[in-house]
């Protein structure tokens, strides 16, 4: 079965078909058309994928988490825990950094 990457935009709603992670986009570049995978399988609009019962095991996706690219051309939110681990174009997307608040005095 072949999958058609499409275009991101923000908003969309991803999930994975193989476990129960589920993202919504919420940055992507218009000149990017990234494949999102998810342990390996492509993630879906999320209106067409019947995720699977969560499998209790440790999650490498962490709800209300942000991943990024390296480059930071996609940013994903977490909104549904998974097993696995969410990669761009093969590569892995690592959690976004919290920006340090100003100090107030």
Do not use: F, H
């Amino acid at each position: 079965m072949t999958t058609e990457v499409l275009p991101l935009r923000a908003g969309e709603q991803l999930a994975c078909s193989t476990c129960s992670t589920k993202v919504v986009v919420v940055a992507a570049t218009s000149e990017v058309n990234p494949e999102i995978t998810c342990g390996g399988t492509v993630l879906q609009a999320a209106k067409t994928v019947t995720s699977p019962a969560p499998d209790g095991s440790q999650p490498a996706t962490l709800i209300g988490k942000r991943y990024v690219t390296g480059d930071e051309t996609v940013e994903l939110l977490c909104t549904s825990s998974g097993s696995g681990s969410l990669e761009c174009n093969g590569e892995a997307m690592s959690l976004k950094a919290a920006k340090s608040l100003p100090a107030s005095d």
